[in-house]
């Protein structure tokens, strides 16, 4: 009785984990098939590319606007100011920086990528594998990870960063005018205080927190779409498996980035 419980347990954990990191399988094809062939298959590639970065980027663009504006402005309203400042001169700087800028940004333009784009991508893919229009492509030569999988990857390494910027640009300005309004702050003195506490450290640290999400978020979406079996129920388990999979990593990477270059600070 023990051993067979073990024994699941020990299964659940390794097809856990193998679920988790299996759709890095993915990402050297990606590479591979964006470069092979590229004289051929440019124009049509690069179509596909700027469509795809118009519907990741520039359609999130409206939503990324109103959640930075709103948590922004959130921080400021819900945080007692007048009452608790932990010592620190330049507080209102810092808690941009620490919370907002460095944490806050990544995680919430990555959750935005992940239900505006992934779940649309694998249940596309997984949809077009069950009715077998993926082994068609394989038959008639096309690789479909470079048809379907490789400009996304690669859109979503553009994007994400920059819907990022985005989003922690619009809080700094909510930021800013609700501090102006509650507190009577200048807004120049608001400034002055985010950019002292910032640095070039936490720009590029910030850069690599939202490069390594876009390239998950539609690695991922990519490989369970791509795998799914010829049953319509993947449509749902593989849509659930990719939201799931993408948000535990990214928390994860994530916090383990922010402890590596912070907490011996």
Known sequence: MINKLMYKIGGGISTFIEGIFAPLNILPYAVSA?????REVRKTYSMLFYKEVFNVGVKALPLSLVMGLSIGALSVILFPFETISFGIDNIYGSMYVNLLFRETAPLITSLIVIIRSSIGIT??????????????????????????????????????????????????????????SLYNIPMNVYIAETLDVMNLKDFII???????????????AIHNGLTAAKDRSMVASKTIKSIISSIFIIIIVNLLITVSFYASR
Request: proline share 3%; charged share 15%.
């Open 34 to 38: 964006l470069v092979r062939d590229k």
């Open 123 to 180: 249940i596309e893919l997984t949809q077009m594998s069950i009715d077998g229009e993926i082994d068609t492509l394989e038959i008639i030569g096309i690789n479909p990870i470079q048809y379907l999988g490789s400009f996304r990857v690669f859109a979503g390494f553009l994007s994400v960063p920059i819907l990022t910027i985005y989003f922690a640009f619009f809080s700094l300005i909510s930021g800013m005018l609700v501090t102006y």
């Open 206 to 220: 910030l850069i690599i927190k939202t490069v390594f999400g876009g390239f998950t978020i539609f690695i991922i």
